[in-house]
Every structure is written in C-alpha cells, then in structure tokens.
C-alpha cells in the first residue's frame, strides 16, 4: 500500500514533462517518467501507477494506442487515464475516449485545472481499489465460512452417525474430540447386555393392518427410548420390537448392571401405560426384558455408508434367550447381575432355566422392584 499515489507521466517533450512533474510533486505525489509509447507500455506494466497522464501526440506509438493496449488487459483496465492533446477537434476527443481513456485536457492547460482532474480522477481510482480489497476480503471471508460451514456438516454427520446407536451426550463429546475413530475399533470388553421386546406382538402382526402396526411400534420406540438416552446406554440394535441395550462400552461406567436393572424397571413402568392405551383398542400385548453379564468383542460392523456398532459374544445371546423366557412384566437377570444389584432391588428367584444354545442350565432371578430411585 503505497502512502502517495503514483503518477506515470508521459510525454515526448522534455519541457513539459518538467512542467508536470514539478507541479505533480508539489502538489504531493510521486513520478514516474516515460519518454515514448513504447516506454509508456513498459512502465506501466512496471510500476503499476495509480494514475497515467498520457500526452496523444507521439512518434511511433501514440497516446491513443498506448491506452487501447493498457484498456484491453483486464490486469492494468482500473489505472485511469487522463489524455493531454494540443488537438481540440472533437473526433480526436472520442477517439481517445473511445479507446478508454477516462478524461482529456487540451494544451496549453491550466495548472489548477490539470491538479483538479489528477485529484478527481485519483478519487474515482481509491473507490475502485477500496471496493476491489473488499470483494477480496469478503471473498476469503466467504472460504473461510464455507470451509467452517463444511467442517460443520461433517461434525454433523458425524455426530448423526453416533446418535444412532449412542447417547447424545457421548455423541456429542467424541465429535468434538474427533476420537470416535479410537473408540470404535474392534475390542473386548465386559459388557451388561438388556434385551426387550413385546409379548404377542407376532400374534398382533399377523392380523393387524401394517399400519396398526407401525403406529404400535413407533409409540412403543417413542416412550421406550428417551429413556435408553437418560441411563446413558448404547443402544445397540433395533430389531422389530426388540431392542439391545448395552452398558460399559464405548464408554466405561462403573454401576453397569445396576443401570441396565433401573433402566428395565423404568422401561416396565412406562410400557404399563402404553399397554393399558392399547388394551382399549383391543391389543393384547406384553412386555419382557432380560439382563446378563459377561464379555464380548465390540465395534463397527457393515460396510461404507451403511455401518451399525454391535456387541458379539455369549452375553448377548443370554439376555436374548432370558428374554424369550420372561413372562409380560418380568425382567429376567442372571445370578451375577442379581449379585450385582442385591442391595438396590427386590428379586425373585425363578430357578435354573435351560436356555435355547447353552450346554447347562443358569440360575435365573426376576426384578420386582427397585428400592432406590433410578439413576
């Protein structure tokens, strides 16, 4: 950014070139001298002046054409230019005008005349360049928006991504890390494992309208999951009315089984309403969960654009088969997570069950109650 604007003066005469010049420094700016045309095209591209006071009338290559070359490259098109002519014919005045240059003054001048002109036209040349370094800043302002606004989209599909089988809190913070890559890699982890689904629900299928059944379920998703997020449980699976839920993955807690025993309790309270709203409509429909404890290895599973975070392993097959087994009302939960929750709830011994895939039958207990609030 120079601190005095710039004149290139151009002229084959030597004495009014000294005239000029004088007066143009006095005034407050600097010079640059060009002799000819050609040296005019040459200082131009050199220097690159605010301004060019350009006399018309030269040897070789004239003030005409020197401003029809400058005007056609877009680079030096905003430089004004103010031709000095001894000619006052008025085709001589277009010719110039035509060729782009920007004002004219006729020889002899005025001095005071000539200082006006530079200034006018140098005012229209500082709009120009304030307008230009704004259209350059507003459009670096522009690709740092877009390139937030970008980085932003992909947070959030980032984080859509997680919320579909995370709590969104957690979502939230391993987005904001960028970690989610680390954290949902295969590895193996203890895990509680809780299973729910509807008792009757096939029954209800096979005569219901598909619509019947979609406004079930989305009523049933609805009221059931808020609460998978409260517990902070990573919901692993939907599968028609079924649901897998479970604790200490990706992220470790240390109260797993008794989260996923206050989870189901919660789950069962609030499926009695559903029920009991749905019994007036003619819909026998039940509702079982159970809950088992054990190791199994983690992470993404499926293929580009279409990715689920699974848990593989025993564990979850136990609290699926426990589920199967559960009666409308009934949690069904190991012996290790009734060990686990022996001082926060009331359970009942079933007995030893034979489940479906196991080789020998496990102690099972029933969750009646809670003797704490949940969570």
Not at 142 to 167: C, M, S, T, W
Not at 333 to 338: D, G, L, Q, S, Y
């Amino acid at each position: 950014m120079r601190e005095r604007p710039l004149i290139l003066v151009v002229d084959d005469i030597a004495e009014n070139v000294d005239i000029v010049t004088t007066r143009l420094i006095a005034t407050g700016y600097d010079v640059e001298i060009a002799r000819n045309g050609r040296e005019a095209i040459d200082q131009a591209y050199r220097v690159r002046p605010d301004m060019i006071l350009l006399d018309v009338m030269m040897p070789d290559i004239d003030g005409i054409e020197v401003t029809r070359r400058l005007k056609a490259d877009e680079a030096m098109r905003a430089i004004p230019i103010l031709l000095l002519t001894a000619k006052a014919g008025k085709d001589d005045v277009v010719t110039g005008l035509d060729a782009g240059g920007d004002d004219y003054i006729t020889k002899p001048f005025d001095q005071a005349t000539l200082v006006a002109r530079v200034r006018s036209l140098l005012r229209i040349k500082g709009l120009y360049d304030t307008v230009q370094q704004q259209a350059l800043e507003l459009a670096a302002l522009n690709q740092d928006l877009e390139a937030r606004v970008e980085k932003q989209i992909r947070e959030l599909e980032r984080a859509r991504g997680l919320k579909r089988f995370l709590p969104p809190q957690l979502a939230e913070m391993i987005t904001a890390e960028g970690s989610e890559a680390g954290i949902l890699q295969h590895h193996r982890r203890e895990i509680v494992a809780l299973f729910c689904d509807l008792r009757g629900f096939t029954s209800f299928a096979e005569i219901a309208e598909p619509e019947e059944v979609m406004d079930l379920l989305k009523a049933y998703h609805a009221a059931l999951g808020p609460l998978i997020h409260e517990a902070e449980g990573t919901l692993e699976r939907f599968l028609g009315d079924g649901m897998m839920v479970i604790f200490n993955d990706p992220l470790p807690c240390t109260d797993a089984a008794a989260r996923a025993v206050e989870l189901a309790t919660l789950m069962r309270e609030r499926f009695l309403t559903l029920s009991q709203n749905w019994e007036i409509l003619g819909y026998r429909i039940g509702f079982g969960v159970g809950i088992a404890q054990g190791y199994a290895t983690l992470g993404r599973i499926g293929f580009e654009g279409r990715l689920d975070y699974a848990a593989i392993g025993t564990v979850t097959n136990i609290a699926a088969r426990l589920c199967a087994e559960a009666r409308n009302g009934q949690i069904l939960v190991t012996h290790r997570i009734a060990t686990e929750v022996a001082d926060t709830a009331v359970l009942d011994a079933v007995g030893d069950l034979q489940l479906k895939g196991l080789s020998r039958p496990l102690p099972v207990f029933n969750v009646k109650s809670l003797n704490r609030p949940a969570f």
